[in-house]
């Protein structure tokens, strides 16, 4: 027996995306579903939904629709088992996945340093209104 194939809908809640969210990364070819039912209904696999939760994690870091596609043809050559990369195509696939490491990272740096920044502010406001309420408990 072959892999369990889901419908979109089971798909939408495991990966907390929205049915359109994965129709449209359909349509941009960022990932295809394994196959069709008869009534043609998209039937994804496990694989497919861990590309969907690459995708979704990618998202928030600002990444184009564009370093997704390369990113997972990057991660799609590594695993190729029918055709492994070898040699200096290896060494050049994990460098390019690096590169995307290092872009991350950077990028959730920038993220973090944005939460203490807002969480800052919202401390402000709350000290601020504490402030209030004391002066109109006093007065």
Do not use: W
């Amino acid at each position: 027996m072959g892999e369990r194939r889901m419908q979109i809908g089971e798909v939408a809640e495991r990966t907390g995306l929205s049915l359109r969210t994965i129709r449209h990364y359909e349509e941009v070819a960022l990932v295809i579903p394994s196959a069709r039912s008869k009534g043609g209904f998209r039937l994804y696999t496990e694989g497919d939904v861990e590309r969907l939760m690459v995708i979704r994690r990618m998202k928030p870091l600002g990444f184009s629709l564009e370093e997704m596609r390369d990113l997972l043809k990057i991660t799609d050559r590594i695993a190729d088992t029918r055709d492994p990369a070898t040699g200096g195509e290896r060494e050049r696939l994990r460098e390019r996945l690096d590169s995307f490491r290092k872009v991350a990272d950077a990028r959730c740096e920038t993220l973090r340093a944005r939460l203490e920044m807002a969480q800052d502010f919202a401390a402000t406001l709350r000290r601020r209104l504490d402030a209030d309420a004391d002066a109109d408990n006093r007065g």
